[in-house]
């Protein structure tokens, strides 16, 4: 069975102090509460270490932004996934728009990374999603079509069940315009409907598909409502535990 994440993506924000501060206030609103899904916060590399052994890892995962894709050596101020993993983080984000737009990652590139992460037992959260004038020329199917395939495919069923999908529409994200809860299960179910083709129905049955772009407390509850989103990758509105709360109690 698939499972409902709500996962914050801090990007490059919060000083380690900062840092420390907003996970353990987000632990604190979180203790003693039944929530209906995993809750998970990305952080800058720095925090890492720090925040996985100030709060309880079970009740809030950690990960990281982005891991190298080489494994260790000369490559001065990369970051590698056993690193990653040596901190306590269980997830890495990979192939966010920021990283593919202004970092030059390929899917090419982004598939060492997924077989690094994996290597290390990190769960990738993929992300995908169409620019503005793909979606506009009726192109972010094929777009996003493309993205999992050259990023993802190449894996065995049983490594891809370990993949969590983040849908983000790049015209969405930062932006305050959100997908439409309509287009969000659109792509999702064509998301699903993609791996499926390639793994079966139980695959992609059991694939955890996140929404990712300007959600918020006003808009969550009707995202997550659709058969095929099962969650939210949250920029914005994890930085601050009066945002992200509502967003984690929507489901
Ligand atoms: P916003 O929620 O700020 O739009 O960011 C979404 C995002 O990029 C999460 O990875």
């Given amino acids: 069975m698939r499972k409902n994440i709500v996962a914050g993506n801090w990007k490059m924000n919060n000083t380690l102090q900062e840092g420390l501060n907003l996970a353990k206030d987000l632990e604190a609103a979180l203790k003693g509460k039944k929530v209906n899904c995993e809750v998970i916060i990305g952080t800058p590399f720095i925090h890492l270490a720090s925040i996985a052994s100030s709060i309880d890892t079970k009740l809030i995962g950690i990960s990281a932004q982005n891991c190298a894709d080489k494994a260790s050596g000369a490559y001065t101020g990369e970051v590698s996934a056993a690193m990653v993993a040596s901190t306590g983080a269980k997830y890495v984000i990979l192939g966010h728009s920021e990283r593919r737009t202004y970092y030059g990652e390929t899917n090419t590139i982004l598939k060492e990374k997924v077989a690094l992460a994996l290597a290390n037992g990190l769960t990738p959260i993929f992300c995908i999603g169409e620019v503005l004038e793909e979606r506009n020329s009726g192109k972010h199917f094929d777009v996003v079509e493309t993205q999992i395939r050259e990023g993802l495919f190449n894996l065995p069923a049983e490594d891809f069940r370990k993949i969590v999908l983040a849908y983000e529409p790049v015209w969405a994200i930062g932006t305050g315009v959100t997908a439409t809860s309509g ?69």
């Fill in 183 to 251: 287009q969000a299960q659109e792509m999702h179910a064509f998301i699903r409907k993609t791996l499926a083709a390639n793994y079966g129905e139980s695959v992609a049955d059991d694939t955890s598909i996140l929404y990712g772009g300007s959600a918020n407390a006003g808009n969550a509850k009707e995202l997550f409502s659709n058969p095929d989103v099962d969650g939210g990758l949250i920029g914005g509105a994890s930085l601050s535990v009066d945002k992200f709360m509502p967003i984690v109690e929507a489901f």
